[in-house]
């Protein structure tokens, strides 16, 4: 079946991509990202606005704004992971796109990225190419954040190389890896994008289609602090499960070890001698039944 006709349809509506978007006490910035949203144009979109728990205007501005183009679900807070996954649950398409409420998409960004799941039936999840804003002013991105396409696994045990703004990918591959991991408060898409790069492509079109906004105050980046150790979680839990090859293996422990020293450094520095200890053992650690017990007990995390 050509991928314009795996449609979800309900109620007479034929829903093509879902578009997911979190958000929490941004109205402002969310009300510019689902306006980027409309401007995609007729594609067989459901919008879908999850209000993690708000306490500004978000809901009546929205609202007022909006209408009936979108659904708003809200919820109580419980963070940026389990509304994602409540977006997906309610959600109908065949192609799931997420969208942080900071960000904005350029125009054709989606019909760009159908059109690629389109010509490439094998294709489970693709991401496009971003334009960095910081404080209101264009940057530069590091070559060190330079996308890879294909095989991204072992680069992005490193440092996160997917952004959820930009990725499209199959509802069929969420399904078979599971979504976000709501025990993460953050990192918790380097969580996923690592467990779909084990055995899944994922592909680059290097258009810049997404406007990344950075620099407020109240990103999870500036609000939690030593964001390793969640990253961290995420390796054992991937050496736990067993099912890396053996050079998946060797480089997932390797970057454990590096992210474990330095943790061990900086919990020794504030006096945290446990904590110091127990990153120091647990890459030695890291294939025992105990290991997951050891980060999130002894380390205290």
């Known amino acids: 079946m050509p991928l314009s006709a795996a449609f979800h349809v309900v109620s007479n509506v034929e829903v093509l991509v879902s578009v997911i978007i979190p958000t929490f006490d941004r109205c402002a910035f969310v009300r510019q990202a689902v306006a980027s949203v409309c401007a995609q144009g007729d594609l067989g979109l459901e919008i879908i606005v999850v209000d993690d728990g708000s306490t ?26 389990a509304a994602r996954n409540r977006g997906v649950a ?12 900071d960000d904005l998409w350029l125009p054709g960004k989606l019909a760009i990225q159908t059109a690629f799941f389109a010509e490439h039936a094998q294709a489970e999840i693709c991401q496009t190419g971003e334009i960095w804003v910081r404080n209101g002013v264009r940057v530069n991105s590091c070559a060190h954040h330079c996308k890879p ?49 084990r055995d899944t492509p994922v592909w680059l079109i290097e258009r810049a289609l997404v406007v990344k906004r950075g620099g407020s105050a109240d990103q999870l980046s500036r609000r939690i602090w030593g964001l390793d150790r969640f990253r961290v979680k995420a390796l054992v839990r ?23 020293a330095i943790l061990a450094q900086g919990a020794a520095r504030r006096g945290r001698q446990a904590e110091a200890a127990g990153y120091r053992a647990l890459p030695l650690a890291f294939g025992s039944v105990s290991a997951a017990a050891t980060l999130w007990e002894t380390c205290n995390v």
């Not at 809901?59 to 708003?72: K, M, P, Q, T």
């Not at 078979?176 to 408060?185: A, Q, S």
Request: aromatic share 6%; proline share 3%.
């Open 56 to 81: 500004d205007d978000t809901a009546a501005v929205l609202e007022r704004e909006f209408g009936s183009r979108i659904r708003v679900l809200g919820t109580e807070n419980q963070g940026v992971a």
């Open 149 to 197: 396409s294909g095989d991204i696994f072992e680069p992005s045990l490193h440092r996160c190389l997917v952004s959820p703004s930009a990725v499209m990918l199959r509802r069929s591959l969420l399904d078979r890896v599971g979504g976000f991991d709501e025990r993460l408060p953050a990192c918790e898409d380097y969580d996923l994008w690592l467990r779909i790069a």
């Open 90 to 101: 309610a959600s109908r398409g065949e192609l799931i796109a997420f969208l942080d409420s």
């Open 238 to 260: 991937l050496l736990e499960q067993g099912n890396l090859t053996a050079g998946q293996r060797l480089a997932t422990r390797q970057v454990l070890a590096e992210k474990c």
